[in-house]
């Protein structure tokens, strides 16, 4: 008999997994929510079991909060006596951004670099064949393709594999990649009861996670930016706030070049996450801040760092997660001026765009 057999829709989420690894990954979105606040993180925990029956009879939240202590999620060692997460918590909150953005990767057996449109030494072979040289490992050998040309130069009765018939798989060339982060911390990240800075905050983490498993040869530095920019680890990255700050672009991209400078790799780009406007400058030890527009002075000294990546072969991908015309023109204007991308992003979709922005820049400038 044909037809259709319904059943109970059960979400993902919901089937296997222990209770606590359940409790785990929302407890994870709370505390990325909350800045790392624990004790915040647990009173949401708290007020949602009330409201959703998280827990049951059986387990309950105290039983999670106890387990995330002995399991080496939380600890009270630290000198202000307060519980805070270990960096064991770090990396989970990590992979599980990783997880959800990006999906989940296979690991590279060659340890995770990034290839270019050129052959060599490298550590993957490619489908590029060739004719074998001095020096060509046993494993590069096309054992098809180099039968085949014994059979076709010494006929099958007298078959003979020569050097001649030899043909090696070429292998790709591989290039390590320098990436820095800039997020922006302004106050507008947080305006209009929109919260933009934990999706940032996500995706970066994401990022972090990304290169460390699959590409473990490139760097990351990350960059926070308000009314200055300063250059933060990825452990802090769980704790970031959004401050009472304007927009200081041009501090950003300062300093993301000086720490391209220091790089001694050929390939380098700053990816940018950002929701306004530049509205702020640096001049000695006064800030010269306009909110209320495009200030042609700011604006002009935010291109001109643009144009100045461009000549160093820094291309500028903008996550522009507002979408208000009148910032998208400034953005297409320092787009074009840089020669990078600008994506006018939502926040769901921001990680999904990172992600294949980072693998099609696997690219370019070996000289």
Known sequence: ??????????????????????????FQQLLLITSGDVEQAMAWMNQLDRQYSLTDDQYGMGNFFDE?????????????GKISITPKTEQTIRRSALDEIFGKLKR???????????????????????????????????????????????????FTLMERDLEVTEKEQKTQTSTVLMIDISHSMILYGEDRITPAKKVALALVELIKQKYPKDTLDIVVFGNDAWQIQAKDLPYLEVGPYHTNTVAGLELAMDLLRRRKNKNKQIFMITDGKPTCLKEGIRY????????????????????????????????????DPYLKQFVQEFTKVNNGRAYYSGLQGLGNMMFEDFQRNRRKNIK
């Open 1 to 26: 008999m044909k037809g259709f057999n319904f059943s109970q829709f059960v979400p993902p989420e919901q089937k296997g997994g222990s209770k606590f690894d359940q409790l785990l990954n929302i």
């Open 108 to 158: 590279s057996k060659s340890g995770g670099n990034h290839n270019t449109p050129y052959t060599g030494s490298g550590d993957e072979l490619s489908s590029d064949l060739r004719t074998y040289q001095f020096g060509d490992t046993l494993e590069q050998i096309s054992m098809t393709e180099s039968i085949k040309n014994a059979q076709i130069n010494s006929g099958v009765e007298e």
């Open 68 to 80: 995330l202590k002995e399991k080496g999620y939380l600890t009270e060692e630290n000198q202000e």
């Open 288 to 323: 010269y801040k306009n909110s209320f527009g495009l200030d042609r002075k700011v604006v002009s000294k935010t291109l001109t760092l643009a144009a100045q990546c461009r000549r160093l072969d820094i291309p500028v991908t903008t996550f522009m997660i507002a979408t």
